[in-house]
């Protein structure tokens, strides 16, 4: 394959990627007429439509599909294996972008972090928050973290934090006038401070165990919010129970704000992964960041 030939697939799939002429030729440094032209050329070459322009926007044919889908995973392998040849002769660059929930972030991404950017001052980390499982190939993620017992089969996973369990809690003060339940299927006399899944659309079952098996409950209440803090500051107000993390709600319980109950109901979860795509190379910042997460895994 010539130069060239490899410089206009690599065009393309930018161009794929952006869905925009102008986006596409900011990044590859290039003029809109240039890659415009490079683009009518390469699909002369190939006797075949691949993008379909509008004066709005770009988007790729069925056969610009099918090219994408067999020439990304080969770019992919080529700029990693740029990239480790690189890291022979400098440090570690680039950004790490990552999909994970909020509390994985708390838990496992924030205490490694000062240490692991002081020694990486070239690495960007870029994390974005969700509670979905995120088609990271797709999303254009380097990496996500996520439950080890959701993590797809064909991902490389490292373990980064220890087994976890959830806490129900409630303030002294909503306690006071509500007795305290003694088993899940109690919840109905109580307000029940509920998480909507976003993409799912329904509110998140809380998970208990009953002699050994697991039991969803799904709950309802006067409050429903899609972010677990809002959902603790509900519950020290007194306005209801809350499902909440452990590590997420154990200040406020040592200092009194939040009383525990159901404890014994509530399982062990398994901890968190980070899982990347099977490649043959890892980009050298990726990698880095996992080595300094494995080491707090082990040490977790």
Not at 187 to 205: D, Q
Request: glycine letters at 8%.
């Amino acid at each position: 394959m010539r130069r060239d030939e490899l410089n206009d697939l690599t065009a393309f799939a930018v161009v794929a990627e952006e869905g925009s002429f102008t986006r596409a030729a900011s990044r590859l440094g290039m003029s809109q007429p240039a890659l415009s032209h490079a683009m009518r050329g390469l699909e002369e070459r190939l006797k075949v439509r691949l993008l379909a322009r509008t004066t709005r926007s770009v988007s790729t044919t069925e056969a610009g599909d099918a090219l994408l889908f067999s020439l990304r995973p080969a770019l992919e392998d080529i700029a990693a294996g740029l990239a480790k040849v690189v890291a022979f002769g400098g440090a570690p660059s680039g950004t790490v972008r990552l999909t994970a929930t909020k509390n994985a972030i708390t838990a496992v991404l924030m205490p490694v972090l000062p240490t692991f950017l002081a020694a990486h001052p070239n690495v960007r980390v870029e994390m974005i928050v969700d509670d979905n499982l995120t088609d990271i190939v797709a999303n254009r993620f380097e990496a996500g973290i996520r439950f080890g017992n959701i993590v797809e089969k064909d991902m490389i996973a490292v373990r980064v934090g220890p087994d976890m369990r959830r806490a129900v809690v409630g303030a002294p003060s909503y306690f006071a006038e509500n007795p305290p339940p003694t088993s899940p299927h109690e919840r109905s006399t109580h307000a029940c401070i509920a998480y909507r899944l976003m993409k799912a659309g329904g509110l998140y079952a809380w998970e208990f165990a009953e002699d050994g098996r697991p039991l969803e409950v799904r709950v309802d209440g006067p409050l429903v919010f899609n972010d677990s803090d809002l959902m603790r500051q509900a519950a020290i107000a007194g306005l209801g129970i809350a499902y909440l993390y452990e590590d997420d709600a154990e200040d406020d319980i040592r200092a009194g704000r939040l009383m525990r109950v159901l404890e014994d109901w509530c399982p062990l979860l398994p901890g968190y992964f980070l899982y990347h795509p099977s490649r043959r190379q890892t980009p050298p910042a990726l990698a880095a960041l996992i080595a300094a997460l494995r080491i707090r895994g082990s040490k977790a």
